[in-house]
């Protein structure tokens, strides 16, 4: 079955399961199409059961899903507020299936979407977001100082041999012009702490702006974590080496 096949069943699935558990105003579309997107990356990346994952994503639905929407609201207000301050073209790694798409058009800002997922660019393509790129963040394939812009979230807290956050990092300070803004959301834990993030962000040639902690979210018998916002402002270097795969 192909990427999007899979998906659309997955998320008809988890609609068949989750469509009673939750109040009648509550955003279950979003939900699913974020649920729908996790099943299928375990899926394929991991080779689980496509019947096991789509259970034990139920019960985190169920346990998480009220909290990770109001998180999202909140999230959405954060990102409205500083990317008025940010100018265009925009460069989104790590873009996902286009979640926040919706408000760089509010917004009025051109906006790259960079994703290495096939799932993910089919489904930005299919939700008529063309300018979209299969690619790694650590080996981006524009020239350097190309975008005023960079945004960036939910992907430096991986740090794993697939997501190595430092290379990533030193790559977005290529493609960003001198003076450009980065903004990265992450949530904070005691494995991923604030100190580790900037340490990252700083040694990649960028000037913190601001942190803030937007979201507390703490599941039951599970870690908390705090939700934050990261803005900076690439130092005013000009020439950086290029990553070769």
Known sequence: MDALSLFDLTRNELRRLLS???PANFDLENTLTAYAYWVCTVVRTRGKDWGMT???YVGLAVRDALLESQAAQIELEVLRRELRQTASPLLDVGAGWGRIAPLYAELGLQCVFVEPSSLGCQLLRRNGIIRSVR????HLSFPERTFPSVIIGWVLYHDAPDVPSDAI???IARVITPGGRLLSIEPLSI????QKWLAWIESAGFEIEKLENYF???PPGT???QYACLTAVRRLEQSFPVLIP
């Open 20 to 22: 009673s558990q939750f």
């Open 54 to 56: 789509v259970q034990e």
């Open 135 to 138: 690619g790694l963040g650590q």
């Open 169 to 171: 990092l030193k790559e």
């Open 191 to 194: 494995d991923f702490d604030a």
């Open 216 to 218: 507390e979210m703490f």
């Open 223 to 225: 870690k908390s974590e």
